[in-house]
């Protein structure tokens, strides 16, 4: 039992942090504006339709919703799936399928009751526009932190029976 109160809180933390950090930025910038932080970071504001970097950005709308509902319905059974098969020592593994369930419920907040998912988080290299990452928010970040954890603890954590 303890798995899935790990489980929870940190997809918690990471969907209030998620929401409350985008809320902000929908409400203190103008659509395109920007701030810079850091010579090589910027807050922006922008929406992206579709999923990671913009990917299916231009599929209609009356295809595009469906599309990522099967796939957020999808996701979520796989992960509860991982997370049940876990054990309660795989303290890693929960921790990471925790915030990648935590990056798919915040985006697919946004992404169904705005049709978009806001990004906003805007690193490149020290302007130069064609060295620039795709921005994005901190659900995606927990997604691709809880992923890279994943692939950590099965190449590198050792199992015992």
């Known amino acids: 039992?303890?798995?899935y109160k790990i489980a929870f809180w940190v997809s918690f933390v990471v969907v209030i942090a998620d929401q409350l950090s985008?809320?902000?930025v929908r409400s203190s910038l103008e659509l395109f504006e920007r701030v810079s932080v850091l010579p090589f970071l910027d807050?922006?504001?922008?929406r992206?339709?579709?999923?990671?970097f913009g990917i299916l950005n231009e599929l209609p709308e009356n295809i595009r919703l469906p599309f990522f509902a099967i796939v957020f319905v999808l996701a979520i059974v796989v992960i509860l799936l991982f997370l049940r098969k876990a054990y309660e020592r795989d303290t890693l593994l929960v921790f990471s399928l925790s915030l990648i369930l935590g990056g798919a419920v915040g985006n697919s907040i946004d992404r169904f009751r705005l049709g978009?998912?806001?990004d906003?988080?805007?690193f490149h290299w020290f302007g130069h526009p064609d060295y620039h990452w795709p921005p994005f928010n901190i659900a995606d970040s927990a997604?691709?932190?809880g992923v890279v954890l994943i692939l950590f603890d099965a190449f590198f954590t050792r199992r015992g029976g």
């Not at 807050?43 to 922008?46: E, K, Q, R, S, V």
């Open 116 to 118: 978009y998912v806001t």
């Open 1 to 3: 039992m303890k798995k």
């Open 120 to 122: 906003f988080i805007d």
């Open 143 to 145: 997604i691709t932190v």
């Open 48 to 52: 992206n339709r579709g999923a990671a």
């Open 22 to 24: 985008k809320w902000f």
């Open 43 to 46: 807050i922006t504001h922008l």
